[in-house]
């Protein structure tokens, strides 16, 4: 069955350092691969996705998230967080042939000052 | 509404009551989707519909769970006879075809707490 394993349930960090929040999957067919973000008090909303072509795709608050297909890997990052950043995020596949997604159980990103 | 539009926000119930979640879709999204997220867990997934019919309804956890949708519109999730372990955020999502390569529209969910 497929899965989503996002590493780190909670990432605690100060203003202005990077951050990486990683997320591998299991499936054995391509995969089309998303990063979703939820706000305090906010739904889910999609911060970038990659279906195909360039491994490297970006958001536009600053956020990449590199596809690694050998690794079968999906690490996002970020080379300078803002406090705004402050958020929960959900590591998310479609396995081949599917229409939806699973989600990995989500990563508590705490920016400090 | 410009959003997925879900009710009630909250609802708190007895165990062993029904219970109705309704959720508005974005007009014109033909795929709308269920999912339940417990405290400090990931997103379950319960239901996907395209249109009106439910082509994947695999993450239903028993039959006391029921879905539908009408007019390719509105979905109601229904829950009868509700035990605790129901007590979770129901999220509902559209998108305007099937998720493949889509993006998804959430809703803020509806809390459940079933005491």
């Known amino acids: 069955a497929q899965s989503v394993t996002q590493l780190d349930s909670q990432v605690p960090v100060f203003e202005e350092a990077p951050v990486e929040l990683r997320c591998n999957y299991s499936s054995s067919v391509s995969v089309y691969l998303f990063w979703y973000v939820q706000y305090p008090n906010q739904g889910l909303q999609l911060l970038l996705k990659?279906?195909?072509?360039?491994?490297l795709v970006e958001s536009i608050n600053g956020f990449e998230a590199e596809f690694n297909k050998s690794q079968t890997s999906f690490h996002l990052r970020k080379p300078s967080v803002h406090i705004s950043d402050t958020a929960e995020y959900f590591c998310?596949?479609?396995?081949?042939?599917?229409?939806?997604?699973?989600f990995g159980a989500g990563t508590r990103l705490a920016v400090h000052p | 509404g410009a959003g997925v539009s879900q009710s009630p926000s909250n609802k708190v119930t007895e165990k062993g009551k029904d219970v109705e979640l309704r959720c508005d879709p974005i007009s014109g999204h033909t795929a709308l989707y269920w999912y339940r997220q417990r405290l400090g867990q990931g997103l379950e997934f319960l239901i996907y519909f395209q249109g009106n019919s439910a082509p994947d309804k695999s993450g239903l956890p028993s039959d006391r769970f029921s879905a539908e949708r009408t007019g390719e519109s509105v979905s109601t999730l229904t829950i009868q006879r509700t035990q605790q372990e129901d007590s979770a955020v129901y999220l509902c999502a559209s998108s305007l075809k099937a998720a493949a390569t889509g993006e998804l529209f959430f809703g803020e969910g509806s809390r459940l707490t079933v005491l």
């Open positions: 990659y279906l195909s072509g360039s491994t």
């Open positions: 998310a596949v479609i396995p081949g042939g599917y229409n939806k997604l699973i």
